[in-house]
């Protein structure tokens, strides 16, 4: 008898226990060490690289992000419509811990620089990275209840979708009026495929493909063509739950999974991350795009997170995830604060031309860092402590 396939990609990196998070640790630390060499000059030179119309960097941001947003559009596509997020109590819990942990960072980051001129980059400390905080939380194998991974990926899937809203309505050019009429008649026919119940990939991809090239010259950011994309591809829900292995959605999300994991985010990580530490003085520390981008993703998400969780239960709007303690999704609401790709792909659109990159990649790498090291020792001391009660109880 053959193995059931998993339901979605989530639930495949779940029982992987998160390998791509642990590729991606690898690649910004890489990053930060060639950052720092002999290497670096040649490091910023291929990355500005012009390469037909656009930069290496431009392509790694724009387009193969694009397949990471298209990657994360199937995510939530799945999950709202046969999965972790199928109905509204499952949504409920998740659902007000992400905004909970979106707003409150963009709280601490505009209090940090309210007045000034870097107001623009609020958004920075408002995202969770699913690969990163997966990998820490991996860390602790199975000792961790199985509930709170799904609880931090189902947080994690719905804090995404607020981060491509914020994209598309917040950090989007000069539109072009033309561009997007043509963008909007593609989706149209997207839309049209699959309402007429076409199986096959190679159409939807071929229009997703002139989508990207019109909604990147539109002024709106291309990685938003990769959601819109994913909106479209046909997905057949199934009572019992198991996979249609003929199912569009899933035979993309599947294909895409491995080559996003640990190839095109591992290459954003590398090309984003590194961040010149030599010559680094206490002022670079204390700016307030540092301060607000580090102490928003430390502090505030886990303030947004835990505090919306509680008043959610209290107010019997949900219930706590199973088989975890209080102590456990605190320590899971710290773990949200690793904001590493979204943020820092954030950070590229709120400053450009390289303005306060140091700071902002400063911020991210150093509340990331906080997050990640805090929360998997909240975890494991947590985890620790609940394993002893159980054998203690087991005992009498």
């Not at 819990?93 to 979106?102: D, E, K, Q, R, S």
């Not at 209090?111 to 860390?139: C, K, M």
Request: some cysteine.
């Amino acid at each position: 008898m053959t193995r059931p396939r998993p339901l979605s990609a989530i639930r495949t990196a779940l029982t992987s226990e998160a390998g791509g998070g642990l590729v991606l640790m690898a690649a910004a630390l890489l990053a930060l060490v060639v950052a720092n060499s002999t290497f670096a000059a040649a490091y910023d030179r291929a990355l500005h690289l012009e390469l037909g119309p656009l930069s290496l960097l431009h392509w790694i941001n724009d387009g193969l992000m694009a397949v990471f947003f298209l990657l994360v559009g199937l995510e939530i596509k799945r999950e709202a419509l046969d999965g972790q997020l199928r109905t509204w109590p499952d949504r409920a819990l998740p659902g007000l811990a992400a905004l909970g942990g979106m707003v409150v960072p963009a709280l601490v980051y505009v209090a940090l620089n309210w007045g000034g001129t870097t107001l623009r980059g609020w958004a920075i400390p408002a995202a969770t990275d699913i690969a990163f905080a997966l990998g820490v939380l991996a860390l602790l194998g199975r000792r961790a209840p199985v509930s709170l991974k799904i609880f931090l990926s189902a947080v994690a899937i719905v804090d995404d979708l607020g981060a491509v809203v914020i994209i598309a309505l917040f950090y989007s050019g000069g539109l072009d009026p033309a561009m997007l009429a043509l963008a909007a008649g593609t989706l149209g026919l997207l839309v049209l495929l699959n309402r007429s119940g076409v199986m096959a990939l190679s159409p939807y991809l071929l229009l997703g493909l002139v989508l990207w090239v019109l909604v990147l010259r539109s002024g709106i950011h291309a990685t938003v063509a990769g959601v819109l994309l994913a909106l479209t591809i046909p997905i057949r829900p199934s009572p019992a739950r198991t996979e249609d292995p003929t199912s569009p959605l899933h035979r993309l999300e599947h294909a895409l999974t491995p080559w996003v994991t640990y190839a095109i985010v591992p290459v954003f990580g590398f090309a984003n991350a590194g961040v010149s530490l030599l010559g680094l003085s206490p002022a670079a520390l204390l700016d307030p795009v540092t301060l607000g981008v580090a102490l928003g993703l430390f502090l505030g998400k886990q303030v947004g997170i835990f505090a919306s969780v509680r008043l959610a239960v209290l107010a019997g709007l949900a219930k706590r995830p199973a088989h975890a303690s209080w102590s456990q999704v605190y320590g899971v609401a710290v773990l949200c604060g690793i904001g590493f790709t979204m943020s820092l792909f954030i950070g590229g659109l709120a400053f450009k031309d390289g303005l306060l990159e140091t700071e902002t990649k400063l911020g991210v790498l150093v509340g990331s860092l906080l997050s990640g090291c805090v929360g998997a020792a909240i975890l494991a001391l947590a985890t620790g402590r609940e394993r002893r009660k159980r054998a203690a109880a087991g005992g009498r």
